[in-house]
């Protein structure tokens, strides 16, 4: 049975882990996502879990510590944000790379520098390529869905690799929303205890985690990895029904909202999709057929499925709360241009660089991205593709 509460992003993500009860958490405070261990640390001390919590000297030992538990068979998870990433970028490659089923509780914000400790997704946009599954949240019941979900998707023994569970930090990690969480003992039963087939600590199998790879090797180690990611849609998919016929909530690859008969379209990542049905349902109100395509799984890339539901749009904008520094856009801006360009897509796309160091997107500004997209469809050109939102030139 739901339980109705009140909570912030941090202290549902925590609550999530809590429902879990992982076997090993290593963790090192950084802003805004030190919370998440604070609360959990709590839940260590007052004897509500039996994880072995770990408090470590560096983000790079944080990663290091929970990659040796898992590669011992523990189910193993930290939390970080920002610089911390960065800090644990080797890492990330050698936690995929040995095919490792941790999580990672991110609280996306900015990179340094300048200095700014607010909201965008220049953090693990810069990890997306380092092989890890990443889902995304527009809202707090988002990030402790996806949450519960991590494991069963990451452990899956078609998987096998790890997750992030991305949300926006302050804008859902801080603020706090009405929600509702399931009772721990669903929790626990829907995720399952960990079951290892291999792993350092099992006397009958000796095995190496690591190891060396030559020349010889090292692109049938990158292609086994590549093949685990072939089945994490369906396993997402296929998670994500079982958890809808718990909670009643239902998630997909991606979110289509009013795209039935949309012919303008946004696509984006995180809290600003919220932001956006604000104007989408005015602009509604209106006649306007407009629409929104909110990403969930980021990695890997659903391109097929979105090429398909943008299919019946003439003009589309890709918004990147993240720089690619390319000249012609961000990153998620190239996958989708991608994603339409091979499925021989008539609609005119643009990029829009956006909310970078936590800048504000009002629902005015969104509907300036509309009207946009609307003189675009009307013109028949694009015009300059690669644009900013909100800035002062």
Not at 89 to 94: A, G, Q, S, T, V
Not at 241 to 264: T, V
Not at 326 to 337: I, Q, S
């Amino acid at each position: 049975m739901a339980k109705r509460d009140r909570l912030s992003g941090n202290e549902a993500v925590a609550i999530a882990l809590r429902q879990i009860n992982p076997d090993v958490f290593p963790a090192f405070p950084i802003t805004p996502s030190t919370e998440i261990p604070q609360y959990f640390a709590s839940f260590v001390a007052n004897g509500q879990v039996d994880t072995e919590f770990i408090p470590v000297e560096s983000e790079h030992s944080s990663m290091s510590a929970a990659i040796g538990a898992s590669a011992a068979g523990a189910r193993s998870l930290t939390a970080t944000s920002s610089c911390g990433l960065a800090y644990m970028w080797e890492e990330l490659y050698i936690a995929a790379s040995n095919r490792l089923p941790l999580a990672l509780a991110l609280v996306n914000r900015a990179l340094s520098g300048p200095i700014n400790i607010n909201c965008d997704h220049s953090d693990s946009m810069g990890a997306r390529d380092s092989g890890w599954i990443q889902l995304y949240a527009e809202n707090n019941q988002e990030a402790y869905d996806n949450m519960v979900q991590a494991y069963r998707i990451s452990e899956h023994p078609d998987v096998r690799l790890p997750i992030m569970i991305c949300q926006d930090g302050f804008i859902t990690s801080h603020a706090v929303e009405n929600m509702e969480l399931l009772e721990d003992e669903e929790v626990r039963s829907f995720v399952g205890e960990y079951e290892p087939e291999n792993y350092l600590l099992n006397p009958d199998c000796p095995m190496a985690v690591g190891p060396y790879s030559i020349t010889d090797y090292y692109m049938e180690a990158k292609r086994n990895q590549a093949e685990g990611m072939k089945h994490v849609s369906r396993v997402v998919l296929e998670t994500a029904k079982e958890f809808a016929a718990l909670s009643g909530r239902k998630y997909g690859l991606f979110e289509e909202y009013c795209m039935e008969d949309a012919e303008l379209a946004v696509v984006m990542i995180g809290s600003a999709a919220g932001t956006t049905k604000d104007a989408i349902d005015g602009l509604r109100a209106k006649g306007e057929k407009v629409g929104l395509v909110k990403i969930r799984m980021y990695r890997p890339f659903p391109a097929e499925e979105i090429a398909q539901a943008l299919s019946g749009v003439k003009a589309v904008a890709v918004m990147d709360r993240a720089e690619g520094y390319t000249n012609h856009g961000g990153p998620l801006g190239a996958d989708v241009m991608a994603a339409l360009f091979r499925a021989h897509s008539q609609a005119l796309a643009v990029n829009y660089i956006y909310g970078l160091g936590g800048r504000d997107v009002r629902v005015e500004d969104m509907e300036h991205i509309f009207a946009a997209l609307k003189q675009i469809a009307e013109d028949g050109e694009t015009g300059e593709t690669y644009r900013y939102l909100g800035i002062r030139e």
